[in-house]
């Protein structure tokens, strides 16, 4: 018993050397990564300490060998950090990049690392674009011959930016000093070319402008044609000579600069409406109207006056004759017209007729509640059928049966409105408890069934008031004539 006790405390005793013990392989990684550090190679010797560190990540020795490591390469990236600076203060970016990328080897997160690198791209990126404009750049220094007392680059910039402002006089006077010290800034010398352009460019709008407002339309014509030769760009200046050419009634030509016009600025509005104009005034006068009227809104653009005069002037035969056949059919008119005011007139006096007017204000606005008298009356009077069918709704609508019975019996001698009467007679019977309801609703059925045109016009006061009647009174939903005429009515409303 006793020895076995001793074996298991040899075993206690062997097992922390087991366990910090380091392997072969490890352990010859683990030398060559020291040899590598005591000569100064800090890559292979990082490279060493990381192959020991994946064959036996437990052992003491590697651990503390990785924290001497450790301290040398900060030492190390400390040193090249500082190289890198200097480079970098002396505009040396290609030197400066390849100490910041071989720090990076060693610390992919560095910082200074970093952000050295992304000052180069731009920098680099910079140098291209000067390249580009004609500027020479020594890409090992980033600098313009004497950078620290002068700089193309920078007075370029600031006579780029006062020109995008609109001060092109200064613009150009710095572009001209610019040009005296580096004449072949090919940036600078499209600059300059492209202010001086726009300089004789205003001068020769002005003319045309001025010429313009002081109705001297051949200077305008020439200074605009002048100036669409240099430019041809500026497209708004077919318009202006399209209107000297109008002015000067050469409409064909104007006609050539405003589809021109239209052609390159697509500008429909403008370009239609002038055409309208000038087509008016030459003459044209159903082109006239084709422009002015846009299909899209459906309606025409141009003034009312606009309108009558080219539709005058389009068909004026048209007009003329339609003029002489009015004037001989004058007289007839005017008997006729005669007769229908007597026949209106002798059955009013000046008092009903005023009554009149007031019931119809009445009727449109739904306040003929309280006048229903003065209604009974006028329609006695005119005895028309539209009426009294109207004045049936009215009294039926305030609950009057008897009368509103009898003017729908009066409005059946109409056969358009022959189904409405006798439906609405048949429910005024039906509430007053009347037995030959049912012979009411199959007049109605046949009337909207006949070949005549039930579907009338009405004023929109009725159309309420029979909706509001036909929601009002319960109708049975099965096959009787009620329902029917019902149906028949309803889809009509």
């Known amino acids: 018993m006793f020895k076995y006790v001793k074996v298991f405390i040899f ?3 062997l097992q922390p050397v087991l366990l910090y013990a380091i ?23 990082n490279q060493f300490y990381r192959k020991a560190q994946r064959l036996d990540s437990n052992a003491s020795e590697i651990k503390l060998f990785g924290e001497t490591l450790n301290n040398k390469m900060e030492e190390f990236i400390q040193e090249l950090s500082k190289k890198a600076f200097v ?3 002396q505009k040396d970016f290609s030197q400066a990049e390849v100490l910041y990328r071989e720090i990076l080897l060693y610390d992919p997160n560095h910082t200074e690392a970093l952000e050295g690198i992304e000052v180069i791209k731009k920098t ?20 313009k011959f004497d950078l620290n007392e002068y700089s193309a680059i920078s007075e370029y910039n600031r006579a780029h930016a006062l020109f995008s402002k609109g001060d092109r006089e200064k613009a150009l006077e710095i572009i001209n000093n610019l040009l005296e010290k580096d004449p072949y800034f090919s940036s600078a010398l499209k600059l300059k070319e492209e202010i001086e352009k726009i300089i004789e460019l205003e001068e ?9 407002s002081s109705d001297s339309m051949d200077t305008v014509i020439e200074a605009v044609s002048e100036l669409l030769v240099k430019a041809p760009d500026q497209y708004e200046y077919y318009l ?11 409409y064909s030509k104007a006609e050539k600069d405003l589809f021109d016009y239209f052609h390159f600025t697509k500008n429909k509005d403008v370009a239609f409406s002038t055409l309208a104009d000038c087509y008016s005034l030459a003459g044209k006068n159903l082109l006239a109207l084709a422009f002015a009227y846009d299909s899209k809104l459906g309606k025409y653009t141009k003034p009312l006056k606009f309108i009558i005069k080219n539709y005058f002037f389009s068909y004026y035969w048209e007009i003329l004759l339609l003029l002489i056949a009015m004037i001989v059919l004058l007289p007839i008119t ?5 007769q229908i005011a007597e026949n209106v007139f002798y059955k009013f006096s000046i008092k009903e007729f005023l009554k009149t007017i007031k019931c119809f204000f009445l009727i449109v606005t739904d306040r003929i509640g309280n006048n229903l008298k003065d209604l009974t009356d006028i329609s006695r009077h005119l005895n028309y059928p539209w009426v009294n069918y109207f004045l049936g709704l009215v009294f039926l609508d305030n ?4 009368k509103a019975q009898r003017f729908f019996k009066f409005a059946t001698s109409s056969k358009k409105l022959k189904g409405r009467a006798f439906y609405f007679h048949g429910i005024t019977c039906k509430l007053l408890k009347q037995k030959a309801y049912e012979s009411d609703f199959e007049e109605s059925v046949l009337s909207f069934l006949d070949d005549i045109p039930q579907n009338i016009w009405r004023p929109k006061i009725m159309k309420i008031i029979e909706e509001r009647l036909l929601n009002r009174f319960t109708i049975p939903d099965n096959d009787s004539l009620e329902s029917m005429s019902y149906k028949l009515l309803s889809s009509l409303i």
């Open 334 to 338: 005017l008997v006729y017209a005669w």
């Open 240 to 250: 202006m000579r399209a209107k000297a050419y109008m002015k000067k009634e050469e």
């Open 23 to 45: 392997t072969p392989q490890a352990s010859e990684a683990l030398s060559k990564a020291r040899t590598y550090l005591n000569d100064g190679n800090i890559k292979l010797a």
């Open 124 to 143: 680099k990126a910079k140098i291209k674009e000067y390249k580009k404009q004609g500027i020479v750049v020594n890409a090992s220094t980033g600098k």
């Open 87 to 89: 480079y970098m203060e």
């Open 11 to 13: 075993l206690l005793l």
């Open 399 to 402: 609950n009057d049966l008897v």
């Open 204 to 212: 020769l709008i002005e003319k045309a402008e001025k010429s313009y």
